[in-house]
Each structure stands twice: as C-alpha cells, then as structure tokens.
C-alpha cells in the first residue's frame, strides 16, 4: 500500500498532555499519583462496609478523590496508549506504555478494597445511600456497581474461576483463534492459484466478478467442512461452559448476564428482536431489487455483497474535512464549531506513516483533556465516513465533558450513538451534493447494505445463538444440528429472494462473536435502530430535535440508557418506537428503487 495520500503531514500535536515521553512532569505525576493512592486506601480500608454503612457525606469525598486519582493516572495512560498506536516501532514509546500499565495495575490492586467494600453493603443501606440527595451525582455509579452483587461467587470460588480459565473457556477460545487462523482456502484467480486466509476468502464475497464469488464460497464451505467435527466441538463445550456458570452465578438464562452488562431489560430485546423480524420484507424487497440491478434471475448467497455501480474513487482530505463540517453545520452551528476543533487544534492524526496502528478510533478519556482522532486517510470515500464517524465519537465525548469521571463514559448501547449519527447526517449531505444518478444509487445501496449488516444480520445471528442454546440444554449437538438451526434462523431473513445452498449449513461455524462474547451481537442492532429511530425524530421534529440530542450526549453515562432515552420521549418497551428506524430504512428502499427506475 502507498503511504501517502492527500492527508500527508496531517498528524496530532499531544502537547496539551506532555511535551514527550520522557517529560518529566509525567513521571511526577505518576509518582504523586501512587502517593496519593497509599493515602486513600489508608483513609478508607474497612470504613465502606460498616454496620448501617458509610456517612453520604463521607462516601462522597471518598468517591471525588477517587476521580480525582483516576484523572491523574488516565493523562500518562492515555498519553503512552496515543503515542505508541502513532508509531508502534518506537521502543521508547513500547517501554512508557508497559511501564504506565505495570504502574496502572500495582494501583488498581491498591483500589480494589473500594469497590469489594461497597458490594459487601447491605441491600438496604445501600439503597439509602444511593438515594440520599448528597449522593445524587453519583446514584447511577453506585447502583450500577452493585448489579453483579447477586451474581458474584465467594472471593475464594471467584480465584478458581479465574484459574481454572486460562485452560478452560480461554483454551478453548485460544484453539477456536489458532485453528481458523490456521486454515487456508486455495482460490484461483487471473489464472494464477493463490492461498488465502479466512479474512481473504470472505473479502472475495465482495468481488464485482461473480465467479469469483461463486468459487470463494464454495471453496470457504468445502475447507471448513473438513472442520466441522472440531468447530461444533468448540461451540458445544464453550455453550455447556457458560449453561454450568450460569447455573452458579443464578442468572435465569443465556441471555441475562449480557443484559445486565449492557443495562438493558430482557423484555427490550425480546420487543426489539420480534420488530426487527417483522420487517424481514424490507430486507426482501430489496434483495429482488438487487437481483434486478445485477440482471440475475435469483441472487444466490454470494451475490448478497457484491458491488452495486461504482463510487467515486478519489476523496481528498481537505474535501472530507469540509464535507464533514458542512454536514455537521447542517444539523446545527455548534456541531460544525465543536468538530472544527478537532481539525483546527491538530487533535486528529489522519496520515499514513510506517509504524502507525491501522484502523480508527477516537480517545475521549478523561474529561479533563480534549479527545484525540486516529485513522488512516487514503483518499477512498469510505474514509470520509470513518472521518465523521470518529468525529462523532469526539463530539460525543466533547460534550459529555461536563460530566464528572464516573459518569462520563456512556454505556455500551449508546457507546455508538453520537458516530452512527455523524455518518447518517454526513451520508445524507453527500447524496444531496451528488449529481450522478448512478452514484447515488451506488450510495444509497452501500448505505442500505451496511444497516443491513448491522440489522437483519445480527438479528439473525442472535436468533440463532438462542436455537443453539434450546438445543444444547439438552445434548451436545452435531455440526448437522447447528446447521439446521443456522439454515432456520436464516430462512426466515432471506424468504424466497435469495437461495441458500447446501454448503451453507456451516455458516457458524467461523463466526468469533459466538465463541469470545455470546449474545453479543443485538448490541449492534440495538445501537444501529437506536440512531435510525433518532434520525427519523430529527427529520421530524427539526431543529426542536436538536436541544434533545444535545443534552442526551451530554448526559455521558450519568444515567442508565432507559433513563436517558426516556427524557427524549422514547420508550424502548413500545414496538413503536423499534418501528421508527425501519420507517428510515424503508425509506432508504423507497429511495433505491425510484433511482434504479
Ligand atoms: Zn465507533
């Protein structure tokens, strides 16, 4: 890959956090910083689970200070995290990096007693606490804190977990990496017989050639059937695994431990999922409308990713910049001001250098600092939307700031709220600037397919994890078995608009949400309804909408998601409101099918 693009030159300036890695200042606070952690856990050990519990007033001060310790410890943290993905070949910046997480974990095993202390509070003086006014700005922290109480083993039984991990689930997960990490798929392609890995076979299912396609699926599904015994193995055991630590831990089935993680109700996601069912036929129509565009009678399971058109290949940084903030300007001034921050101030580091991490991401901890964009610009126009997507991200975490430590970060179903939006408001004013027929369909279907992915697909992925768990309460099940239950769960997705061949029955088989976090997957189709629905306000409501969304990101994670949709009117109990993002999205088909005439 050529490393320069129209974004060379532009890199971050940390200044504002040290002025190098061996600033002196940094280690001087981490020194304070240990200091200080010595002197609270004097003050405070044995004083948090006391008969009738803390004084408010006491347990406030011990909390600020907490914060206060944190902050101090998160500026070194952040700082080493940010320099070594900027340029990971530095062995300097490796050594600040492990030196700061040595000196990060010595503290935290220091602070451990604080939060042990408080699970170890009786119920009832723990609600007290949580509901006494000295302690409002912290009541969702402490209640939050004390959710796995009822779920949590004896301190000895907890070690043995943890121990008996590393050879049993982490083993596991471990053979599940290194085996399908191990295989490779011969493909031949111009003529020429390459070897791809995982990754590379499934890329192929994007190819604009359809027997490149066809050969990529068939191959995949023919290596992985000389697997199968040993991936349906994996599956069964980690499934029996977690069915034995639930029965433990008492939580009442498969699903609850991520529900409780997540802060959501069960009865949600139970609402949220049969939504998302009911609007299979969207999914369909557009399938036969894909099928129309490519000139295909059926599309088969490997044309549901091909290339619709062509996007224009060559986005310059200084256009997204400006796309960005337009975008952004549209919605409201002070979105455009707050994201010209980032580009004005040098807090985005946008280049490609050798030594530099790949991918994205956007650091917004703590508070007290501004937050930092990383990505890696080459030209192409889905950049422009990594741009807006971290951006949002940044202004999430911008406006969040006024938040104190503990309550800043949101929780995990609104982690991608703010993002998601940002590329919704900056794929909308791209389609308004495009001229070309043809390229606004290729946008419109890139858009479509995306949700789709986060959507239907999810959805259909969790349907599945809960067929695998029905049936495995009973026995283990056949890499057959799994397969019936995958083939179901995917029938009722793709109806009649798409085939679903006989090699497909492995489908699971290679998916790593379902080894390393079960039942993760309706995070996706939560946080991706969530932002359509929000969407859909916005083009109602206007600029009404606009003090609503502001003062929901900067509620950070102060309250618990239900709380916070709440005071936006939205009820995520009632079928309704799921129904709102699927409006937005038919109107993406509605959309589709006008430009394809
Ligand atoms: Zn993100």
Known sequence: MALTSSATGVAWDLSDLFASYDDPTLSAMLNEGAAEAEAFAQTYRGTINVPDGPDPEFLRTALERQEALQDQFAKPMVYAMLLFSADTSKPEYRNLQQQVEQQMTAIRNQLLFFDLEWLEVSDEDAQRLIDHPTLATYRHYLASARRYRPHTLSEAEEQIVNEKDVTGISAWQRLFAELTASLSFPITLDGEEQILPLDGVLTLMRHTDRAVREQAFKTLYSVLEDQAQTLAYIYNTLMQDQLTMDRLRAYPDPMASRHLANEVEPEVVATMMDVVEQNYPIAQRYFALKARLLNLPLLQLYDQYAPIGEVKAHMPYADARSIVLEAFGVFDPSFRDAAALFFDNHWIDAEMRPGKRGGAFCMGYPPSNHPYVLCNYTDDIRDVMTVAHELGHGIHFWLARKQTLFNFGPSLPLAETASVFGEMLTFEHLLEREQDQDEKLALVCGKIEDI?????????????????????????????????????????????????????????????????????????????????????????????????????????????????????????NDPQFWQLGFNELRRLVDWAEELAG
């Open 452 to 572: 789709f992915a986060t959507v239907f697909r999810q959805n259909v992925l969790t349907r599945f994890e809960q067929a695998a768990f029905a049936g495995r309460n009973e026995n283990r099940l056949t890499p057959e078995q799994l397969g019936e239950r995958w083939l179901e769960a995917n029938r009722r997705y793709y109806g009649d608009k798409i085939e679903m061949t006989d090699g497909y029955a492995l489908g699971w088989s290679y998916i790593p949400h379902f080894i390393n976090s079960p039942f993760y997957c309706y995070s996706y189709v939560f946080g991706e309804l969530l932002v359509l629905a929000l969407y859909g306000m916005y083009r109602e409501q206007g600029k009404d909408f606009v003090p609503r969304y502001v003062a929901l990101l900067e509620a950070g994670g102060s309250q618990a998601p239900g709380e916070l949709l709440a005071a936006l009117g939205i009820d995520t």
